[in-house]
C-alpha cells in the first residue's frame, strides 16, 4: 500500500524535487498532494488518507512556529515533518520539541535516507497509535469490569489498579502505586485471621499462577474485611523474564463468603469428632516449628493410637465405635491447654501437639495423664467402655525439624509402644529409627518375594523315637534376599504379619508342602506327613478353609498327609471360633499339632476341648535336659500327661545324645532337631528319607 505525503510549500522547485525523488523510491511507494497555503493545506486535513505533513514555515498565508502549530493541531495524529534551510535550523528544533517527528534540509532531497525516515516515520506512528488504541481498550475494559485487577512489578511494588480495586482496597491508583502490594492488598487467612505468605512473592518465585483460592479475607485501607476469591499469575516480557505479577480478585459477598468459610472448616476439621485433621494439624505443626526456632523453645508430637478399637467395633458396631472415639476426643482436650491441638489423622489415630515446653520431657506428664483420663470408664448408652492408648513421643528440634519427620517418629515410637504390651507411652530414639527403615527395607523386599520366588521351604525331619524311622517333616520357611542372602522366618515373619503379607505367603507355603509331599508320596516314600506353621492372621482370614480345601485338591494331597502346627496364641483369645475352625479342619482330615506348648497359656482344658492329635514341646525346655532340673521336669510332666491323653509327642530342639536317651526315657513317641538332622532344602531331604537316619545317631 503506498503512503500519501502532503507538501505544504509556496515553492514550487521544492515541491517538483519531492516529486521527482519520493514516487520512484525503492522505500516507498509515497504519492504526493502538494499545496501551496497554510489554509488549503488545513482544509486537506479535514479528510482522511494523509500519512505525513512535509510543510515550509513560511507561506503566503502564515509564516514562522504559527504555520506549524495551526497545522500540528488540524494534523493530529499525521505526523509532520518540517522542510528547513540551514538557517531556520532553530525553528526546526522547536518545532521538534513542540511535536514535529523531524525535519528535513532543503537541498538534500536526493538523499537515499529522506524516503526511509519518511517510512519509518510514518511506521512508528502508526504503532504508537495502535499501542494508544490498545492501551486505551485494555483501560477501559479493566475499569468496566466487576473483578479487581492490580499489577505489581517485579519486586513486588504497586504499578497499577483497576477502579474495582480502587474501592475494594480504599487506596486511590495514584497513591497506591509504589508501595508493595502487602501493604495496599493485605490478605488474611479466614479461620484464623493469620497474614497469608505474600503471594505475588510466590508466584514471582515459583514463576507460575497461583489458582484461585477462595478462603481469604482482603483487609481494607479502613480495616473492615472483605471475603474475596483470587488468582495470580506472573507477567513475562518478550524475552520469557518476570517483570511482575497480576491479581485478579472479586468479593464474593456475605452469604458466598459463609459458604466457603463453612467448606474450609470442613476440609480442616474431623466431621466425627470435630477436631482438626491432618491438613489443619500440620499447618498448625509447621507454625508452632517457626515460633519454637524464633524463640529457642521446643514443643511436642504425641501420637495416639487406641489398643483394640478394632474389637470394639466389631463385638458392638461401627456406632458406638464412632461414639468411643468421640468420647475419647472429649477427654484429650480435657487434658491439654487451650493453645495445644488435639488432633484426629483418621481411625482410631490421634496426634496431640503441646507447645511451649521448656523441657521436651515434660510431655511425658501430658501423657501420662492421657492414659489416666482415657482409662475411666467410657459411658455409652447402658455400658461402661474400658479402653486403652498407645502414644508415641516426638519432640522438636531433638526428633526433626520438620512437620511431616516430627509426625512419623512420634508413630514411630507408638509402634514400640504397641510392641511394648499397649496401654503405655514411649519417646522416640534413633535406634527406632533404624529399625523402621530396616522394617521398611524388608517389608519393600517382601511385597516383590512372592512374585521373584525368592522363597523356598526346608524340611527337618521327625524321627520315631523308638524305630528311629522318619515319620515325617516340618516345613520351614527360608528367604533368598537377593542382598542379604538366606533369611530365617524370625528375620521377617512379625513384619509379614504386621502389612498383612502373611497371608499370600501362608498360602504359598501351603501349597508348596502339600506339592513336595505329593511328590515324595509318589515317589514312594510312604508313610510320610508334612507339617506347616499357621499364623494367627492366616488363621483367621477369612478364606484359611476354603484355601485350605482348594490347595488340597489342587495338589491332590490326601488330607491325612498334612499337619498344621498352631501355636497356643493362635488358638487362646478366641478359644470358641478356634475350636469352630479345627473341628473344619478335622473333618477335611487334616492332622492338627499344638506348637510351642508350654509357653503360652497351657490351659489343659481347653486341649481336651479342641480335636488335636500332637504336642509339640517346645525347644526351650527341651534345651536344658536332663541336667536342668526345671526344664527335666516340664518335660517328663508334659510327655506323661500327653500319652495318658493319647496325643503323639514331639519333642522339638533335640540336639545331643543325652537329649535323646533323656526323651527315650520318657517314652516320648518322637523327636526333631539337629541331633537327628538340620532343616534341608528339597532335594537333600529327599536322599535323607532315602537313606534314613545314621544309624549310629539312634542306638
Ligand atoms: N467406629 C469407627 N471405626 C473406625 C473408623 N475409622 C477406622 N475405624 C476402625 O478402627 C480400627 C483401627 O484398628 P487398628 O488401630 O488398626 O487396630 P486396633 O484394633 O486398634 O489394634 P492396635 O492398634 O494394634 O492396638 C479398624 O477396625 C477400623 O475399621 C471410624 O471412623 N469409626
New binding site residues.
Given amino acids: 500500500m503506498s503512503n500519501l505525503v502532503l507538501i505544504v510549500s509556496d515553492r514550487a522547485e521544492e515541491a517538483e524535487a519531492l516529486r521527482n525523488v519520493l514516487p520512484q523510491a525503492i522505500d516507498g511507494p509515497f504519492d504526493i498532494e502538494w499545496v501551496r497555503t497554510l489554509a488549503r493545506a488545513m482544509q486537506r486535513l479535514t479528510g482522511d488518507g494523509i500519512d505525513i505533513v512535509l510543510m515550509d514555515f513560511f507561506l503566503p498565508d502564515s509564516k514562522g512556529m504559527r504555520t506549524f502549530d495551526q497545522l500540528f493541531e488540524a494534523a493530529a495524529p499525521v505526523p509532520i515533518m518540517t522542510l528547513v534551510t540551514e538557517g531556520e535550523m532553530d525553528l526546526a528544533q522547536e518545532a521538534v520539541q513542540r511535536g514535529a517527528q523531524g525535519y528535513i534540509l532543503k537541498g538534500h532531497f536526493r538523499n537515499a535516507l529522506l524516503p526511509q525516515a519518511l517510512r519509518n516515520t510514518i511506521h512508528r506512528k502508526q504503532v504508537e497509535d495502535a499501542l494508544f488504541i490498545e492501551k486505551e481498550r485494555a483501560a477501559v475494559t479493566l475499569d468496566s469490569i466487576v473483578d479487581g485487577v492490580i499489577s505489581t512489578d517485579s519486586e513486588g511494588r504497586i504499578t497499577y489498579l483497576n477502579n474495582t480495586a480502587e474501592r475494594m482496597t480504599g487506596w486511590a491508583k495514584a497513591e497506591a502505586i509504589g508501595h508493595p502490594v502487602a501493604e495496599v492488598f493485605p490478605l488474611v487467612d479466614n479461620i484464623n485471621r493469620k497474614s497469608f505468605n505474600d503471594p505475588v512473592v510466590q508466584v514471582i518465585q515459583e514463576m507460575r499462577p497461583l489458582a484461585l483460592r477462595a478462603d481469604a479475607l482482603l483487609v481494607r485501607r479502613n480495616g473492615q474485611e472483605a471475603a474475596i476469591e483470587d488468582s495470580v499469575a506472573p507477567i513475562y516480557d518478550r524475552r520469557g523474564k518476570i517483570r511482575g505479577a497480576v491479581i485478579v480478585f472479586r468479593d464474593i459477598g456475605p452469604a458466598q463468603a459463609l459458604m466457603v468459610q463453612k467448606m474450609t472448616y470442613q476440609a480442616h476439621h474431623d466431621s466425627?469428632t470435630d477436631l482438626p485433621n491432618r491438613i489443619l494439624l500440620i499447618d498448625r505443626l509447621e507454625h508452632a516449628i517457626a515460633l519454637a526456632k524464633r524463640n529457642g523453645t521446643t514443643l511436642a508430637v504425641l501420637f495416639l493410637?487406641?489398643?483394640?478399637?478394632?474389637?470394639i467395633?466389631d463385638s458392638h458396631g461401627?456406632a458406638t465405635?464412632?461414639q468411643l472415639?468421640a468420647s475419647v476426643a472429649q477427654r484429650l482436650l480435657n487434658c491439654i491447654r487451650a493453645s495445644d491441638t488435639v488432633s484426629r489423622l483418621?481411625?482410631?489415630e490421634f496426634v496431640i501437639l503441646v507447645t511451649e515446653e521448656r523441657h521436651a520431657e515434660a510431655a511425658a506428664h501430658t501423657a501420662e495423664k492421657i492414659i489416666a483420663s482415657l482409662a475411666q470408664p467410657h459411658r455409652i448408652q447402658q455400658y461402661a467402655f474400658h479402653i486403652t492408648a498407645s502414644i508415641g513421643i516426638s519432640t522438636f528440634p531433638a526428633d526433626g525439624e520438620e512437620a511431616d519427620t516430627l509426625i512419623r517418629n512420634a508413630d514411630t515410637a507408638m509402634y514400640y509402644a504397641?510392641k511394648k504390651g499397649?496401654n503405655n507411652y514411649q519417646f522416640f530414639n534413633a535406634a527406632m529409627n533404624r529399625r523402621a527403615v530396616e522394617r521398611q527395607f524388608i517389608e519393600v523386599g517382601l511385597r516383590r518375594a512372592l512374585e521373584a520366588q525368592e522363597f523356598s521351604l526346608y524340611y527337618q525331619p521327625k524321627v520315631n523315637l523308638k524305630t528311629g524311622k522318619i515319620t515325617g517333616v516340618e516345613a520351614l520357611l527360608r528367604w533368598h534376599h537377593p542382598e542379604r542372602g538366606l533369611m530365617l522366618p524370625g528375620d521377617f515373619v512379625s513384619i509379614a504379619e504386621d502389612c498383612g503379607l502373611i497371608v499370600p505367603i501362608s498360602r504359598w507355603v501351603l501349597r508348596e508342602a502339600c506339592r513336595q509331599t505329593k511328590l515324595w508320596l509318589e515317589a514312594g516314600f510312604k508313610p510320610i506327613s508334612t507339617a506347616v506353621n499357621i499364623s494367627a492372621l492366616a488363621f483367621h482370614n477369612q478364606n484359611f478353609l476354603q484355601d485350605l480345601r482348594d490347595i488340597l485338591q489342587e495338589t491332590a494331597l490326601d488330607p491325612a498327609c498334612l499337619e498344621l502346627e498352631l501355636t497356643e496364641s493362635v488358638l487362646m483369645p478366641d478359644s470358641q471360633f478356634s475350636n469352630e475352625i479345627l473341628q473344619t479342619l478335622k473333618s477335611i482330615g487334616v492332622k492338627l499339632a499344638i506348637d510351642d506348648f508350654g509357653t503360652g497359656y497351657s490351659s489343659l482344658s481347653y486341649l481336651q476341648e479342641f480335636p488335636i492329635d500332637v504336642l509339640k514341646i517346645d525347644q526351650s525346655f527341651v534345651r536344658g535336659i536332663p541336667e536342668l532340673a526345671r526344664n527335666r521336669i516340664i518335660v517328663t510332666a508334659v510327655t506323661g500327661m500327653g500319652i495318658s491323653l493319647k496325643y503323639r509327642v514331639i519333642a522339638e530342639g533335640v540336639e545331643t545324645r543325652k537329649q535323646f536317651s533323656f526323651l527315650t526315657s520318657l517314652e516320648c513317641d518322637e523327636g526333631q532337631g539337629n541331633y537327628f538332622s538340620p532343616p534341608l532344602a528339597a532335594d537333600r531331604c529327599t536322599r535323607l528319607l532315602k537313606t534314613g537316619i545314621a544309624e549310629n545317631l539312634l542306638h
Avoid: E, Q, V
Wanted: no cysteine.
Fill in positions: 466425627l493410637d487406641l489398643d483394640n478399637f478394632k474389637n467395633n461401627h465405635g464412632d472415639l483418621g481411625g482410631d504397641k499397649r
